[in-house]
């Protein structure tokens, strides 16, 4: 469950979503680092859920410049 927006839910959409990405990058790098240390990197797959404006900060954490950054970065170096 994500805590980035918890008691900070009167900013604009772009702030939250914002925090949203760096956390779910956050989460995603350790993941990665447990995964690789460990020799068993496989897919991760992630849900996501939410309801009403939560919908929209999670549209605008997906679609976000550091999330596609860090997407972007960690398939180049898994290839």
Known sequence: MSE????KTSGDFREMGSRLA?????FLKKKM???SRSGTLKDI????????????????????ISINNFFNSSVQKLN
């Open 45 to 64: 797959k992630l849900s996501f859920v939410g309801h009403s404006i939560g919908n929209l900060i999670i549209r605008t954490a997906l679609t976000g």
């Open 4 to 7: 980035a927006n918890e008691d």
């Open 33 to 35: 680092d447990k995964a």
């Open 22 to 26: 760096q956390e779910v990058i956050s």
